[in-house]
């Protein structure tokens, strides 16, 4: 299957980064992990310590001799889950200036694919052109809004329906594989 960088922020949603760790894994892939200094306080706050044991890999957010760092690796994309709003200036500015935000700077200009799910509400004029910027530059935004016409009836469910399609826009799911049923299971006949 293929390998995948999760990037994980200081931003609140933890959760969001365990299920795509989780279904990522759970469809075969490898996922190397690289999460912010505010990103582990957030992850520990949260209660997500679990995402770790999802991880093929933990770099180091420090670490630019990781192989992430560099357009030669065979990384198939990269999603941030969750992303705060300072990584995502940081990306929109092409700052490079840690591991994370220099992986996903490699995956725009390697044209791999890089999923931004941003939380943060309400957003600033700052942030929407942070986001606009990104999505220029090749990046697809999935903002964490959940979908309701499943019905979900736990957190994981209601989660999963945003982890869907950051998994869908990573091309990581397999022909007849998806986590939430899709949109013609719901429609009235
Ligand atoms: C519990 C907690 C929740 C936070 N939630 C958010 C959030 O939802 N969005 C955001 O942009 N920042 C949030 N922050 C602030 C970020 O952690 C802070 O801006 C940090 O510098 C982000 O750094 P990073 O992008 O390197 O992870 C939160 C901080 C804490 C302690």
Not at 147 to 154: A, I
Request: one cysteine or more.
């Amino acid at each position: 299957m293929a390998r995948y960088i999760l990037g994980v922020t200081g931003a609140s949603g933890a959760i969001y980064a365990t299920r795509t760790a989780m279904h990522l894994k759970r469809f075969g892939h490898d996922v190397s992990l690289i999460v912010t200094k505010p990103g582990r306080d957030v992850v520990e706050f949260e209660g997500q310590g679990q995402l770790f044991d999802y991880a093929e890999k933990v770099f180091n957010i420090d670490d630019f001799f990781a192989e992430c760092a560099s357009g030669s690796s065979d990384y198939a994309g990269m999603a941030v889950v969750p992303c705060s709003m300072g990584t995502l200036g940081r990306i929109a500015a092409g700052t490079s200036d840690n591991l994370l935000v220099r992986s996903a700077d490699v995956c725009l200009k390697e044209r791999r694919p890089l999923v931004i799910l941003p939380r943060e509400m309400p957003y600033s004029l700052i942030h929407i052109e942070n986001m606009e910027r990104v999505t220029r530059a090749g990046a697809v935004v999935i903002p964490a809004s959940p979908q309701f016409y499943s019905k979900p009836s736990t957190i994981e469910e209601l989660v999963d329906t945003v982890v869907a399609k950051v998994l869908k826009h990573l091309n990581a799911l397999g022909n007849e594989k998806n986590i939430v049923p899709s949109w013609n299971n719901f429609l009235v006949k």
